[in-house]
Every structure is written in C-alpha cells, then in structure tokens.
C-alpha cells in the first residue's frame, strides 16, 4: 500500500456535513444617521472563522469566548478590521471608531462608527474580511444611506463596491 | 353583557367605498395569481402507489437490500479491507435489467469531478506553504478499489463506474418478487477527516492513536423507487443519501485492544467484552437516571500505551435499517443507561476518548436519553435497541443507532458556553435523525430539507425538553435552552437579505445558496411557526404524528408530507407552503394608519353629501354619524357621554327596542377604530394584533391569513371597543418572522436603534 501525503488543499471541498454549521457570509449593516452626522456600521462574523483568521494572522493564542476573553482579543479584532475594511466618503478616506463587539450564537457584533460626517455624495466601500483565509467567504454589506437602501455584495473577485448618490 | 352590534351594522359606510369609478387603462389579462390557489399544479397527480391524503397507496411499493460483510481495519495503513454478498429483492412492478451501486468514497478519488465543481483562482501572492500545498503535494486518493463485483457462482458481473455510481450488468432481468445476490471484494484509503473533511474517517492524535468512525464504507445499493426511477444522481459531496431499507449481518476485525461498536445488536459480546465489562454492562441495562461506566477512562489511558498485535472480530446483526456505521478506537471510554420508550426499555450509548471529558461523561449519555424520548413522544416510540453518541473532532453527522458529535473542552478540561451547548445540540440533532431519515426515510439526495428542516425543528421541540428536564445543563442566566434555530425571529435576518443568495426550501440542496439556512433554518422555523401560531399544537402535533407513522420504514416525498399535514388538520395549508417552501417571499405586515370615531349627533359630511346625491332628506334617513378624531368636523366633547347620549337617534331607538332591564344590562361601545394594515412583505400570514387599553389591560386578537385573499396588500378592520385603545402592536411576541417591525405599531413606536443601545451599554462600564 503506497503511502499518501495528506495536504491541506487550498480549494478545500466544503464537506457540509449533517449539521452544517458553517457559514461563508458576513453580514454588514451601514446606516448614515444624519441627525447625529454618524455613519453606524454594524457587522456580524462568524466566530469560529474569525477566530482562526486571527489566529493564523496574529498569534495562535487568541481565543474569542465570552468567558474570561483576553482584553487583547478586542485589539487584534480593531486591528483587523482596519485592515480589511476601508471606506471613502466623498472621494477621502474615514477612518472609523471600534465601538466594541458582543456575542450573538455562533457570530461576533462589531461596531463601528464614523463621526463628523456632515453629507454623503459618494461612498467607497471595500470589505475584504476572512477573505485571506476564506477564499468561498461572501461579505454582504446593506447600506441605508440618504433614504436609499443598497445590497452590495462583496467576493474576493469583487473586494470594491461604489455608491454614488448626487 | 350585550354590546350593541347593531351599531356596527348601521356604520357599514365605513367598509363601504363610495369611490366613483375611476378611468384606467386596460390591464392585460392574467392566470390565477391567488396566494391562496391550491397546489394543484405542483403536486403530482395522486396514484395507486402515494394517495391525495398523503399516505402510502395500495400499489406502494419498496426494494430492499441485505448486506452480509466480512470487514477488517489495518490501524497502520488506515485501509480498510471487505468483502460483502449484496440481496436485493425486487418489490416494484418493473422488470430490471440492470442495478445502481453507490461508490460514495469516489468523491475522494486522485481525480474526483467532486473536486472540479468548486470555483478557485489564482492568488497573485501567497505564503510559500499555501503554495506548497495548493501546487506541489500529492493530492490524497480516497476512492474506492473495487477489486471483483461477482455472481454466488463466483463468475465476474459485467459493470461500469461512472463517478459515484456503478451500474452493475444483471445476468437476467430481474421481474417482480426476485431476488438477486452478488459479491464485492473492496478495500480503500481511510481519509483523515479532520485534515481532508469527510462524514467519516479517522482522526490521529498525538499519541498516534485513532479515532475510526466509518461509514459510506461499502458499495451499497442504489434506491429504486415510483417516483425517480433509479436515484442515481451523483455524490458531489453536499446532498446525502438515498438508501433502501435491508437487513444487515456485518463481521469487523480490529486489533484486539480496540473497541467497537455500531448499528446492530451485538451478537458475540461474551467474545469481545471482559467479564468486568460484562457485569457493568448488566449493571447499565436497569440505570435509568444515570449513566454507568462499561470502560473506564483509567482503563482506556492504558490501552491507549500499547498496540496490540492480535485481532479481534465483532459480529453486529441489524434489521431493517437503511444504512451501517460503526466506530472503533483503543481510546474509548464507554458507558450507558437505560431508557424507558413504552413498554420498552432501550439503551442510550455514548464513546468517548478522554479528550472529551469531563463534558462527554457528565451530558453525552443524558442528551441521548432525553432526546428519545422528546422524539417518541412526537412521532412514535424509538424501535430500535440503542442509540450511541460518538465523540469525533469537528463531526456531526447521523447514521441508523449510531452517530458522530463534536464538542471538545480544551486541554485543561475547560469548556465555555458555546461549545457546551454546541455539544449538547449536535448531539440531539444527529440522534434526531435516527427518526428522519433513518426511519421517516426520505430522499436526501433530492430533498435535504425533508430530513434536515424537520429534524432541525424536533431538535428545537428537544432541546426545550432538555432544558426543563436537565436545568443543571443551561447556564446561569439561562431560563430556557438557547435554541440557536426555531424560533421566528431568528430566521428574519436571513429571509429578509439579498434575493440573489436566497433559493426556495423546494431546490435541491446541491444548487442552493447559504445552505444551513436554507435546508435547515428556514423549514425548521417553518414548522415551528405553524405549530405555535398557525395551526397550534394540538392540530400541529397530531398531523405530524399521523405524517411520521404512515412514513415509518418507508420512503415519503414532500407531497406525502404536504398532503397529510392537511388531510390530518381540515387546515388549509396550500398557501403555507406555497409561500414558504416554493418561494422566497418573507414576511411583513404593519399597521399604514389607524383612524379613530366618536358616535355624534351631527351629520357629517359623508351623510350630507350622500343625502344630496340622492335626494334623501337627512330626517328620512336617520342615521347615527362617526366622526373622525383628526377631522375638522370633530368636537372635544363628543369624548364625553355614551354613545347614545350623544346620539339622539340611537337613544330612541334602544327606548323603542330594549326593555329598560335590557337597556341596564347593555354594554355600548364609545370608541371606534378603522385599522388598516398593509403587507409590504410577500407572505401572507395571520394578524395578530394586541390592544392595549388606556386601563393598561391588554387583549389578543387573531386575523386568520385568509384575510388577504382578496387584497394582497391592503385591508382594512373595524373594530368597536367599550374601553379606549392607546396603542395596537401587529405581532407583538415576533411569532410571524415579520423582518421589519418598525411599521408594526400605532402610534409610531420610536425605538432606540439597536446601534445605539449597545454604545449606551458600552459607555456605562
């Protein structure tokens, strides 16, 4: 019997099995709250994956649970998401403000806020999230910017999304 | 206490719609939209072999196929060797010509097609061990050897493999009530399903030692049935499995330090337990509160040391089941308790490798018990002997007594919320599914939902049982199991997304996006709204017992379980269905505006303009006037006083028509209110909707859905209230998965978003 070597394949087969717990979808809402000259963005990730993203990324330490969680789990999720997720409003990069992050099932709530926003024209939005360990993952971002609500959907063959509201 | 119906009555011009016809284009003609159209054209037509009421026919037929198997597991190449003599017996009308063998191991050949149907690209820059990986390794060849497919009489049988599927030559065709026996000599590669993935495999620890849990392990037969022919789509990895029930007689050789167990009674138990095991397992078959130990965890931790090089051979008998797995390992802790299911008793079974304790000892066993029972009392008593819960690594994944679960506290034994009740939930779901597929036994292949989407909603059933059975299991803080799947408002993120990641629950699993929500979520949470909203329990609970016994050991098709749901209920459900489980519409219903009246004794301009446009005199016709709140014809005082003091004409009427007795015992309406509702969302449901009176007292009414079959978005109710409304709620304990439910409330419920209730939280720390 000849011996095999057992490899990670990069397109790994998704074996759903019978419980079918994984998800390959993010969901991101962004809302433009204009009385309050706010962009509120709250995003919902799948624990597990995130959690080896970071793990992979940063240090293989990092543990998400909502049992004695490090303080640090919060500054490798703000880090993160600064890199993966960068918005232009009207033509110039925001940087936005990492509120904190709650535990709903199998998922982590951030959010995020950008403050001192008096209008929006344009939006450019690119959500890269797990897509470097997850090259399947989707991201789907619903925006409710000036009265319009948009779907945009994000892919690793698709990381740049534009909403143009003039 | 009477109230004054007649006053609705003779307020009719509220409903009535005295709206001149307007000039509009022709709109071009259209078939029967209806929501509320039967399901005529999606059903087929009932037959001799599945009736209209959803049972079995009088020509229902079904094959079946008996396994005798001789297997044995080398631990150190991780191949398993078998030899098997496949009966299968020829129930249907049909003449046969030739036989389908499934090959399910060859989605994991070098070259697998399974492999070709994923999308990839090429990453522009990567880490030099993904590229190592990704372009330069051997990939892992899985696939099964098929080393002779042969007649009793040893001669070869002609046959070809297309992918997952082997059509096998019959000698003769095969008419009805034959039965025909063939052998096949096999072996293949184990695969490591934590590296490779996989419903089965091994995993290896550190210690070099492995976990087995085997299954899809054999060439098995394909299902013949009236309503697919042969079932011979491809395994591509995602939609599981069609099998035919059968008998099976299965012979296992392992190393003599492992130990087994799998679907089946075991027959040589003296052979393979030792006498300790024996007298605990004695012990075992009359505990019914707790679990007792077979194999210890120290007695375990000493196997794990040694690699035996004897054998030893396990002799597993099962009747008719649908398919056959078994787990073996030199790490297994083994215990079991017993279960009382009617006038039986049956063994909950769980084995378990030290790596998962002290979570595996204290719950495994209990859950399994506790999930029997949940599911008998739904459906019908468990008929088999066990059930066994089988600890493995990222697993969960059910076959006929036995299953695999993950659930792994981390190396200090310590576990948090989420992998406690994920544990807990695989192991309820994946014994769940001993009923559906394994007994109720749809078509997985085909239909993943029929067995996922009601399993997922039993579980839901089971895992509330678990809750109130075992409060030592939910944390503090936890009144109740936090089901993740079930209830409505869980489920409204999902149907409420983008259109274009969304299919119908009626697609086949392959071809579905967002898959656990589809197959799983959206049916469960289905099922579980017209169980406590729709239909209630009762009505609910019957139907669906009545479903699972006609479909006992037999083969259903959604249709059967449409049909029965109905024809068990005198409940209407076409459109439930229909909207649910052929299309993507969710659901939104709220309230567009609430318009509040007062009984007035002077005519308003409704009456007035009538009377001129029809040259009535207003004397003639005395009427008792609403107004509006909003209007200008609307007065303060008319707050004041009943309603027949402030309708003369109402007064006298009571005088001439009531007795003063009866007139004292009248309970007269003063407030009166024009609701209408609007439906932005697709499905239609029930309004519900909650008043809440200025006394604070509260009170629930129910629209049933076929309110909306002349009106798909709009309608309008009047109601008539002797104590005032402040505010009416649509939905108010979210039963409806109602995705919006900002327009759910009169007046307007301003809500904090929840953006801002959580930064109001985080500023508080």
């Given at each position: 019997?000849?011996?095999?070597?057992?490899?990670?394949?990069?397109?790994?087969?998704?074996?759903?099995?019978?419980?079918?717990?994984?998800?390959?979808?993010?969901?991101?809402?962004?809302?433009?709250?204009?009385?309050?000259?706010?962009?509120?963005?709250?995003?919902?990730?799948?624990?597990?994956?995130?959690?080896?993203?970071?793990?992979?990324?940063?240090?293989?330490?990092?543990?998400?649970?909502?049992?004695?969680?490090?303080?640090?789990?919060?500054?490798?999720?703000?880090?993160?998401?600064?890199?993966?997720?960068?918005?232009?409003?009207?033509?110039?990069?925001?940087?936005?403000?990492?509120?904190?992050?709650?535990?709903?099932?199998?998922?982590?709530?951030?959010?995020?806020?950008?403050?001192?926003?008096?209008?929006?024209?344009?939006?450019?939005?690119?959500?890269?999230?797990?897509?470097?360990?997850?090259?399947?993952?989707?991201?789907?971002?619903?925006?409710?910017?000036?009265?319009?609500?948009?779907?945009?959907?994000?892919?690793?063959?698709?990381?740049?999304?534009?909403?143009?509201?003039? | 206490?009477?109230?004054?119906?007649?006053l609705c009555?003779?307020i009719?011009f509220i409903?009535?719609?005295?709206?001149?016809?307007?000039?509009?284009?022709?709109?071009?003609?259209?078939?029967?939209?209806?929501?509320?159209?039967?399901?005529?054209?999606?059903?087929?037509?009932?037959?001799?072999?599945?009736?209209?009421?959803?049972?079995?026919?009088?020509?229902?037929?079904?094959?079946?196929?008996?396994?005798?198997?001789?297997?044995?597991?080398?631990?150190?190449?991780?191949?398993?060797?078998?030899?098997?003599?496949?009966?299968?017996?020829?129930?249907?009308?049909?003449?046969?010509?030739?036989?389908?063998?499934?090959?399910?191991?060859?989605?994991?050949?070098?070259?697998?097609?399974?492999?070709?149907?994923?999308?990839?690209?090429?990453?522009?820059?990567?880490?030099?061990?993904?590229?190592?990986?990704?372009?330069?390794?051997?990939?892992?060849?899985?696939?099964?050897?098929?080393?002779?497919?042969?007649?009793?009489?040893?001669?070869?049988?002609?046959?070809?493999?297309?992918?997952?599927?082997?059509?096998?030559?019959?000698?003769?065709?095969?008419?009805?009530?034959?039965?025909?026996?063939?052998?096949?000599?096999?072996?293949?590669?184990?695969?490591?399903?934590?590296?490779?993935?996989?419903?089965?495999?091994?995993?290896?620890?550190?210690?070099?030692?492995?976990?087995?849990?085997?299954?899809?392990?054999?060439?098995?037969?394909?299902?013949?049935?009236?309503?697919?022919?042969?079932?011979?789509?491809?395994?591509?990895?995602?939609?599981?499995?069609?099998?035919?029930?059968?008998?099976?007689?299965?012979?296992?050789?392992?190393?003599?330090?492992?130990?087994?167990?799998?679907?089946?009674?075991?027959?040589?138990?003296?052979?393979?337990?030792?006498?300790?095991?024996?007298?605990?397992?004695?012990?075992?078959?009359?505990?019914?509160?707790?679990?007792?130990?077979?194999?210890?965890?120290?007695?375990?931790?000493?196997?794990?040391?040694?690699?035996?090089?004897?054998?030893?051979?396990?002799?597993?008998?099962?009747?008719?089941?649908?398919?056959?797995?078994?787990?073996?390992?030199?790490?297994?802790?083994?215990?079991?308790?017993?279960?009382?299911?009617?006038?039986?008793?049956?063994?909950?079974?769980?084995?378990?490798?030290?790596?998962?304790?002290?979570?595996?000892?204290?719950?495994?066993?209990?859950?399994?018990?506790?999930?029997?029972?949940?599911?008998?009392?739904?459906?019908?008593?468990?008929?088999?002997?066990?059930?066994?819960?089988?600890?493995?690594?990222?697993?969960?994944?059910?076959?006929?007594?036995?299953?695999?679960?993950?659930?792994?506290?981390?190396?200090?034994?310590?576990?948090?919320?989420?992998?406690?009740?994920?544990?807990?939930?695989?192991?309820?779901?994946?014994?769940?599914?001993?009923?559906?597929?394994?007994?109720?036994?749809?078509?997985?292949?085909?239909?993943?939902?029929?067995?996922?989407?009601?399993?997922?909603?039993?579980?839901?059933?089971?895992?509330?049982?678990?809750?109130?059975?075992?409060?030592?299991?939910?944390?503090?803080?936890?009144?109740?199991?936090?089901?993740?799947?079930?209830?409505?408002?869980?489920?409204?993120?999902?149907?409420?997304?983008?259109?274009?990641?969304?299919?119908?629950?009626?697609?086949?699993?392959?071809?579905?996006?967002?898959?656990?929500?589809?197959?799983?979520?959206?049916?469960?949470?289905?099922?579980?709204?017209?169980?406590?909203?729709?239909?209630?329990?009762?009505?609910?609970?019957?139907?669906?017992?009545?479903?699972?016994?006609?479909?006992?050991?037999?083969?259903?098709?959604?249709?059967?379980?449409?049909?029965?749901?109905?024809?068990?209920?005198?409940?209407?459900?076409?459109?439930?269905?229909?909207?649910?489980?052929?299309?993507?519409?969710?659901?939104?219903?709220?309230?567009?505006?609430v318009k509040k009246y007062y009984v007035s004794?002077?005519?308003n301009?409704y009456?007035?303009?009538?009377?001129?446009?029809?040259?009535?005199?207003?004397?003639?016709?005395?009427?008792v006037y609403l107004v509006e709140e909003d209007s200008?014809e609307f007065?303060?005082?008319l707050r004041?006083?009943?309603s027949?003091?402030n309708?003369?004409?109402?007064?006298?009427?009571?005088?001439?028509?009531?007795?003063?007795?009866?007139?004292?015992?009248?309970?007269?309406p003063k407030y009166f209110y024009n609701m209408?509702?609007?439906?932005?969302?697709?499905?239609?449901?029930?309004?519900?909707?909650?008043?809440?009176?200025?006394?604070?007292?509260?009170?629930?009414?129910?629209?049933?859905?076929?309110?909306?079959?002349?009106?798909?978005?709009?309608?309008?109710?009047a109601i008539a209230s002797?104590?005032?409304?402040?505010?009416?709620?649509?939905?108010?304990?979210?039963?409806?998965?109602?995705?919006?439910?900002?327009?759910?409330?009169?007046?307007?419920?301003?809500?904090?978003?929840?953006?801002?209730?959580?930064?109001?939280?985080?500023?508080?720390?």
């Amino acid at each position: 019997m000849k011996s095999v070597k057992v490899i990670l394949l990069l397109i790994i087969f998704p074996f759903f099995l019978s419980v079918a717990h994984k998800y390959y979808v993010s969901v991101t809402q962004i809302e433009y709250v204009k009385e309050k000259n706010s962009l509120q963005i709250i995003a919902r990730i799948d624990v597990d994956d995130l959690e080896l993203t970071l793990q992979e990324r940063f240090d293989k330490s990092i543990n998400l649970t909502s049992t004695d969680e490090k303080p640090s789990a919060d500054d490798y999720i703000k880090k993160y998401l600064k890199q993966k997720f960068e918005i232009k409003i009207n033509t110039k990069e925001v940087n936005f403000k990492f509120i904190g992050k709650d535990y709903e099932n199998d998922q982590v709530v951030c959010y995020l806020e950008i403050k001192n926003i008096t209008s929006i024209n344009t939006i450019e939005i690119s959500n890269t999230v797990l897509f470097d360990l997850f090259p399947k993952q989707k991201n789907i971002v619903k925006s409710k910017i000036n009265s319009k609500i948009n779907n945009l959907i994000f892919t690793k063959e698709d990381i740049n999304q534009y909403l143009n509201f003039k | 206490m009477r109230l004054l119906k007649f006053l609705c009555l003779s307020i009719a011009f509220i409903s009535l719609n005295a709206v001149a016809q307007e000039q509009e284009p022709q709109k071009s003609g259209h078939t029967n939209q209806n929501k509320f159209k039967q399901l005529y054209d999606e059903f087929s037509t009932p037959n001799m072999f599945r009736t209209g009421s959803g049972a079995p026919g009088p020509a229902y037929y079904q094959q079946q196929a008996d396994y005798k198997m001789d297997l044995e597991i080398n631990d150190e190449t991780a191949v398993l060797t078998g030899y098997e003599t496949i009966t299968y017996t020829n129930n249907s009308p049909d003449d046969l010509t030739y036989l389908w063998v499934q090959l399910d191991q060859n989605v994991r050949t070098k070259d697998a097609p399974a492999k070709g149907i994923t999308t990839s690209r090429v990453t522009p820059a990567q880490s030099a061990s993904r590229f190592a990986s990704t372009y330069m390794s051997e990939s892992f060849d899985g696939g099964f050897n098929i080393e002779s497919v042969t007649s009793t009489e040893g001669k070869a049988l002609s046959h070809t493999i297309n992918q997952t599927m082997m059509r096998v030559e019959l000698p003769m065709a095969m008419k009805t009530g034959d039965k025909f026996s063939f052998n096949i000599k096999w072996w293949y590669q184990i695969n490591d399903h934590v590296k490779n993935g996989g419903r089965s495999g091994y995993e290896l620890f550190p210690d070099g030692n492995r976990n087995y849990v085997i299954a899809q392990f054999y060439p098995r037969m394909a299902v013949y049935n009236d309503v697919e022919g042969w079932q011979n789509s491809q395994f591509w990895g995602r939609d599981e499995f069609a099998l035919p029930f059968g008998n099976f007689e299965v012979n296992i050789t392992v190393p003599a330090d492992h130990l087994l167990d799998g679907t089946g009674k075991l027959m040589n138990r003296k052979d393979v337990f030792s006498k300790d095991m024996m007298n605990r397992y004695e012990k075992a078959k009359k505990s019914f509160d707790e679990p007792v130990v077979i194999s210890t965890q120290p007695e375990a931790e000493v196997r794990e040391k040694g690699r035996s090089k004897k054998k030893n051979t396990w002799k597993l008998y099962a009747e008719n089941v649908r398919d056959f797995g078994f787990a073996t390992s030199r790490k297994y802790i083994w215990d079991m308790m017993a279960v009382k299911l009617g006038d039986r008793d049956v063994m909950a079974v769980s084995l378990y490798s030290k790596e998962g304790n002290p979570l595996w000892e204290q719950w495994s066993t209990k859950a399994v018990a506790s999930t029997l029972k949940s599911y008998s009392r739904m459906t019908f008593d468990y008929p088999y002997h066990k059930a066994i819960s089988v600890h493995a690594r990222r697993q969960g994944m059910e076959y006929p007594m036995i299953c695999w679960n993950y659930g792994r506290p981390d190396e200090n034994g310590k576990y948090d919320d989420r992998t406690k009740y994920g544990m807990m939930s695989v192991i309820i779901h994946e014994v769940g599914h001993n009923f559906f597929p394994m007994i109720v036994n749809s078509d997985e292949r085909q239909w993943t939902w029929m067995d996922e989407g009601l399993n997922t909603f039993m579980q839901y059933v089971a895992e509330q049982d678990f809750g109130e059975w075992y409060p030592g299991a939910l944390s503090t803080g936890d009144a109740a199991y936090p089901s993740r799947r079930g209830p409505a408002k869980n489920i409204t993120r999902y149907m409420g997304g983008n259109q274009d990641r969304i299919a119908p629950i009626m697609t086949k699993g392959l071809n579905t996006y967002q898959f656990g929500n589809n197959a799983y979520g959206k049916p469960a949470t289905a099922l579980n709204i017209l169980r406590e909203t729709v239909m209630g329990r009762e009505l609910f609970d019957y139907s669906f017992k009545e479903y699972a016994n006609r479909w006992m050991f037999k083969h259903p098709t959604p249709e059967d379980f449409f049909r029965t749901m109905e024809d068990a209920s005198a409940f209407d459900l076409d459109w439930y269905w229909r909207g649910w489980f052929y299309s993507t519409d969710w659901v939104d219903i709220g309230l567009k505006e609430v318009k509040k009246y007062y009984v007035s004794s002077e005519p308003n301009q409704y009456a007035k303009n009538y009377a001129a446009t029809n040259n009535r005199s207003l004397e003639d016709l005395n009427w008792v006037y609403l107004v509006e709140e909003d209007s200008d014809e609307f007065d303060n005082k008319l707050r004041q006083g009943t309603s027949s003091d402030n309708s003369p004409t109402l007064k006298e009427y009571m005088m001439d028509n009531f007795t003063p007795e009866e007139r004292n015992n009248m309970e007269q309406p003063k407030y009166f209110y024009n609701m209408t509702f609007e439906k932005p969302g697709g499905l239609v449901m029930p309004i519900i909707v909650e008043f809440t009176y200025a006394d604070g007292t509260t009170k629930t009414e129910t629209y049933p859905a076929q309110i909306w079959r002349f009106n798909d978005n709009e309608v309008t109710k009047a109601i008539a209230s002797i104590k005032e409304i402040v505010s009416i709620t649509v939905d108010p304990k979210l039963e409806t998965a109602d995705i919006d439910t900002s327009n759910n409330s009169w007046p307007k419920e301003v809500k904090e978003s929840d953006f801002d209730t959580f930064k109001n939280k985080v500023k508080g720390k």
